[in-house]
């Protein structure tokens, strides 16, 4: 059973009222009683409170729903009057950014200032004590680096403290280089993993704590991103003219970014205490049935009502009508048509990542069309309860595997050597042979120049990490976030209308109608029989025969002088705000600058 905690708690001068819930006792129960910021960092048992409470605020739905949708790979499908469909679709004005996110962030960053003063601030204790000290200065340190990330990936240059507020006085701040901060969070994470013992010394029993296993991961990923492309302008000026989609400046410090994220890679793959499951599908029915395995390495607790505002399995989950015994399950994440298409054929990936099939009122497993398929990986039927709500399904967030540890190392060895070397090629060539269930025939020829391994691994990602709230941001670190959504908007229409590579597409799907009987449900995609013509004397002797005729497309898209007809919403309204050199980075919300008056006047130029 997961070991899941959920603790509020207040910084600043006082830190009061902690509250801990979890399926089994990891600390004692504490009482109400308030405990300044001295008394709190007296014992190491009420430290680590304090450390616990900080994973609270590191996380947020946002991460996934609204910044995670708008990508070749997950839609919007809510309505276009809907700020969550516009921020999918980037519509942004300073009127509809989320906010959420950004003050999740930054109060996880607060209290870890606290937390780094206060347990830098123990002294007098045993050698053992001491030693629990270090690791958890090392859990904080490595939590305020990885929501610095969490912030800086979406929003760029923001405001940037290393200090507790109550300590500093101040309470206004303006924009830094973001070069500065991730800078800032590469120096945390490598004194984190100093301070952090490996996983296997059992100093912490759960993957959603830090130990020197995810802090060198998290590393890699700080890096990547550091030494990737971003959106951005003078901040001197804040001259429209000066936006652009660039990398840092310093040649120099990019390479040593890429060296430090391999390094951090290798050294976590020479450990060998995390692996690769033999199976993609056993790693999401582990999550979903709250298991640890090795391939996991962190992940977000979401246990209880308690979880943020996080409804994994329901917001991202597949259709589950209200009458049946599963429980509703209405998502607002859809999959983008063409996702489906880019896997190749026997790749098991892709019946996990996209499910083909939602819940009836009856228990029976209706087919999805091509523009209805639903995201798989949290689908509450392979559960073994209903959870703790429709809307709280007790399934965690993966915030880091062992499969993006082999593929940022792949990664960072093609930039680091301008082209993949042996051992780079051997971590893409593990991540695609596990997909295709261990057969490396099926896995096609590893490029072996630069920019076909890069786009491999560009291509790669795509498929291990579907939905998992990576892809948004991981295109724009490439600097491809503009012409991706391009060409994937065009492989709609081609989809839509039959044509080009989708010109042999499955007009109709013939399957047999069957009743889900219970949770820890076996099946992973409905099967199906694929007919490009359909009589109707055809669809009704099958009918007759006791099968289900799914027509996979509406009308196309084009009238007769191939101009979008007005049925072609999801076509017109997909990625309609996209531009460049503009929404590769999010405008700041109008109340974040009300409330910061530091950041008066510092907007992104283009908003």
């Given at each position: 059973?997961?070991?899941?905690?959920?603790?509020?708690?207040?910084?600043?001068?006082?830190?009061?009222?902690?509250?801990?819930?979890?399926?089994?006792?990891?600390?004692?129960?504490?009482?109400?009683?308030?405990?300044?910021?001295?008394?709190?960092?007296?014992?190491?048992?009420?430290?680590?409170?304090?450390?616990?409470?900080?994973?609270?605020?590191?996380?947020?739905?946002?991460?996934?729903?609204?910044?995670?949708?708008?990508?070749?790979?997950?839609?919007?499908?809510?309505?276009?009057?809907?700020?969550?469909?516009?921020?999918?679709?980037?519509?942004?004005?300073p009127?509809?950014?989320?906010?959420?996110?950004?003050?999740?962030?930054?109060?996880?960053?607060?209290?870890?200032?606290?937390?780094?003063?206060?347990?830098?601030?123990?002294?007098?204790?045993s050698?053992?004590?001491?030693?629990?000290?270090?690791?958890?200065?090392?859990?904080?340190?490595?939590?305020?680096?990885?929501?610095?990330?969490?912030?800086?990936?979406?929003?760029?240059?923001?405001?940037?403290?290393?200090?507790?507020?109550?300590?500093?006085?101040?309470?206004?701040?303006?924009?830094?280089?973001?070069?500065?901060?991730y800078?800032?969070?590469?120096?945390?994470?490598?004194?984190?993993?100093?301070?952090?013992?490996?996983?296997?010394?059992?100093?912490?029993?759960?993957t959603?704590?830090?130990?020197?296993?995810?802090?060198?991961g998290?590393?890699?990923?700080?890096?990547?991103?550091?030494?990737?492309?971003?959106?951005?302008?003078?901040?001197?000026?804040?001259?429209?003219?000066?936006?652009?989609?660039?990398?840092?400046?310093?040649?120099?410090?990019i390479?040593?970014?890429?060296?430090?994220?391999?390094?951090?890679?290798?050294?976590?793959?020479?450990k060998?205490?995390?692996?690769?499951?033999?199976?993609?599908?056993?790693?999401?029915?582990?999550?979903?049935?709250?298991?640890?395995?090795?391939?996991?390495?962190?992940?977000?607790?979401?246990?209880?009502?308690?979880?943020?505002?996080?409804?994994?399995?329901?917001?991202?989950?597949?259709?589950?009508?209200?009458?049946?015994?599963?429980?509703?399950?209405?998502?607002?994440?859809?999959?983008t048509?063409?996702?489906?298409?880019?896997?190749?054929?026997?790749?098991?990936?892709?019946?996990?990542?996209?499910?083909?099939?939602?819940?009836?009122?009856?228990?029976?497993?209706?087919?999805?069309?091509?523009?209805?398929?639903?995201?798989?990986?949290f689908?509450?039927?392979?559960?073994?309860?209903?959870?703790?709500?429709?809307?709280?399904?007790?399934?965690?967030?993966?915030?880091?595997?062992?499969?993006?540890?082999?593929?940022?190392?792949?990664?960072?060895?093609?930039?680091?050597?301008?082209?993949?070397?042996?051992?780079?090629?051997?971590s893409?060539?593990?991540?695609?042979?596990?997909?295709?269930?261990?057969?490396?025939?099926?896995?096609?020829?590893?490029?072996?120049?630069?920019?076909?391994?890069?786009?491999?691994?560009?291509?790669?990602?795509?498929?291990?990490?579907?939905?998992?709230?990576?892809?948004?941001?991981?295109?724009?670190?490439?600097?491809?976030?503009?012409?991706?959504?391009?060409?994937?908007?065009?492989?709609?229409?081609?989809?839509?209308?039959?044509?080009?590579?989708?010109?042999?597409?499955?007009?109709?799907?013939?399957?047999?109608?069957?009743?889900?009987?219970?949770?820890?449900?076996?099946?992973?995609?409905?099967?199906?029989?694929?007919?490009?013509?359909?009589?109707?004397?055809?669809?009704t002797?099958?009918?007759?025969?006791?099968?289900?005729?799914?027509?996979?497309?509406?009308?196309?898209?084009?009238?007769s002088?191939?101009v979008?007809?007005?049925?072609?919403?999801?076509?017109?309204?997909?990625?309609?705000?996209?531009?460049?050199?503009?929404?590769?980075?999010?405008?700041?919300?109008?109340?974040?600058?009300?409330?910061?008056?530091?950041?008066?006047?510092?907007?992104?130029?283009?908003?």
């Amino acid at each position: 059973m997961k070991r899941i905690y959920n603790i509020y708690y207040a910084t600043g001068i006082v830190l009061s009222l902690f509250t801990l819930s979890s399926c089994k006792k990891f600390l004692d129960q504490p009482s109400e009683s308030k405990f300044n910021s001295q008394t709190i960092f007296e014992t190491v048992g009420k430290a680590e409170m304090v450390v616990v409470g900080c994973y609270s605020q590191t996380f947020n739905r946002e991460l996934y729903y609204q910044l995670g949708m708008g990508t070749d790979e997950c839609i919007s499908t809510e309505g276009e009057t809907n700020s969550k469909n516009q921020v999918a679709n980037y519509v942004y004005t300073p009127a509809n950014i989320p906010t959420s996110t950004y003050t999740a962030m930054y109060m996880g960053i607060e209290y870890s200032n606290v937390a780094i003063k206060g347990l830098e601030g123990m002294t007098g204790f045993s050698e053992a004590e001491q030693a629990k000290i270090n690791s958890l200065l090392g859990e904080v340190y490595a939590i305020r680096a990885m929501n610095y990330l969490n912030i800086v990936r979406f929003f760029g240059d923001v405001p940037y403290s290393t200090a507790p507020v109550g300590e500093t006085g101040i309470f206004t701040s303006s924009r830094v280089s973001r070069d500065v901060i991730y800078d800032g969070c590469v120096a945390d994470l490598q004194k984190a993993i100093t301070l952090l013992p490996w996983k296997s010394a059992g100093v912490v029993s759960t993957t959603e704590r830090f130990t020197k296993n995810s802090a060198y991961g998290i590393l890699a990923r700080v890096a990547l991103y550091a030494a990737g492309y971003s959106l951005r302008w003078d901040l001197n000026t804040y001259s429209a003219g000066s936006v652009q989609v660039a990398q840092r400046p310093d040649q120099q410090r990019i390479r040593e970014l890429y060296q430090i994220a391999a390094d951090a890679c290798k050294a976590v793959i020479d450990k060998g205490e995390n692996t690769l499951l033999s199976s993609y599908e056993t790693l999401f029915r582990d999550l979903i049935m709250r298991k640890y395995n090795s391939e996991s390495m962190l992940e977000y607790g979401q246990y209880g009502n308690d979880n943020n505002g996080s409804a994994a399995g329901y917001t991202n989950g597949i259709f589950i009508h209200t009458s049946s015994l599963f429980g509703k399950s209405q998502p607002a994440m859809g999959v983008t048509p063409t996702y489906w298409f880019d896997f190749a054929e026997g790749d098991t990936r892709r019946d996990v990542t996209i499910c083909n099939y939602g819940i009836d009122s009856d228990n029976s497993r209706k087919m999805n069309s091509y523009s209805s398929n639903t995201i798989g990986k949290f689908r509450v039927n392979w559960s073994d309860q209903k959870g703790t709500a429709i809307n709280a399904r007790d399934i965690n967030w993966p915030v880091l595997r062992y499969a993006d540890i082999l593929l940022m190392y792949a990664e960072a060895l093609n930039e680091v050597s301008n082209g993949p070397t042996a051992e780079a090629k051997s971590s893409l060539e593990k991540v695609r042979t596990r997909g295709f269930a261990g057969d490396a025939t099926k896995i096609g020829t590893i490029p072996s120049d630069y920019a076909g391994f890069r786009n491999a691994i560009i291509e790669e990602r795509k498929f291990e990490f579907g939905f998992e709230s990576l892809r948004r941001t991981d295109l724009a670190r490439w600097g491809i976030l503009y012409e991706t959504l391009t060409a994937t908007k065009q492989n709609v229409i081609a989809l839509a209308n039959r044509t080009g590579k989708y010109a042999n597409s499955d007009l109709y799907r013939v399957y047999k109608k069957e009743v889900a009987t219970g949770f820890q449900d076996k099946v992973v995609a409905v099967p199906y029989t694929a007919y490009n013509e359909m009589t109707p004397a055809d669809s009704t002797r099958l009918v007759t025969e006791g099968l289900v005729v799914l027509r996979m497309r509406g009308a196309s898209p084009l009238n007769s002088q191939g101009v979008l007809s007005a049925n072609a919403a999801l076509i017109t309204n997909l990625f309609r705000g996209l531009e460049k050199n503009k929404v590769e980075i999010l405008p700041l919300a109008t109340t974040t600058i009300d409330i910061n008056t530091g950041l008066k006047g510092q907007q992104h130029p283009k908003y």
